[in-house]
Nanobody, 129 residues
Framework: QLQFVESGGGLVQPGGSLRLSCTASGFSLDDWSVGWFRQAPGRGREGVSC????????NYADSVKDRFAISRDNTKNTVFLEMNRLTLEDTAVYFCAATQVIVTTDQAACVQPLFYAHYGQGTHVNVSS
């Protein structure tokens, strides 16, 4: 069964940092692009970032560009999201998902949830003072 498990969320003050992890089980991530998404209370799912299968190409939503960094370690079947200078607006449940569509070369494709499948249960990020 293809599955993702996200971890690393928690409570952090504005301006702080967190590192999220997303580990796949039941399949190898080697041939899949992976995206991070988030959903705040009362809002729809929002694409945050994506990374190509070998990690050579990435893309970001404008709201997180220059603050977040996506990376991956295929030997660990894991994708990471380093989040810096967090703001109250970053509070959400963060999910990862996989796609075999080429998404990293186009921002609109990168953040489009419909291109992705195998969403995990998410990890909660709460930015609060």
């Amino acid at each position: 069964q293809l599955q993702f498990v996200e971890s690393g969320g928690g409570l952090v003050q504005p301006g702080g940092s967190l590192r999220l992890s997303c580990t796949a089980s039941g399949f190898s991530l080697d041939d899949w692009s992976v995206g991070w998404f988030r959903q705040a209370p009362g809002r729809g799912r929002e694409g945050v970032s994506c990374i190509s299968p070998r990690g050579g190409s990435t893309n970001y939503a404008d709201s997180v560009k220059d603050r977040f960094a996506i990376s991956r370690d295929n030997t660990k079947n894991t994708v990471f999201l380093e989040m810096n200078r967090l703001t109250l607006e970053d509070t959400a449940v963060y999910f990862c998902a996989a796609t075999q569509v080429i998404v990293t070369t186009d921002q609109a494709a990168c953040v489009q949830p419909l291109f992705y499948a195998h969403y995990g249960q998410g990890t909660h990020v709460n930015v609060s003072s």
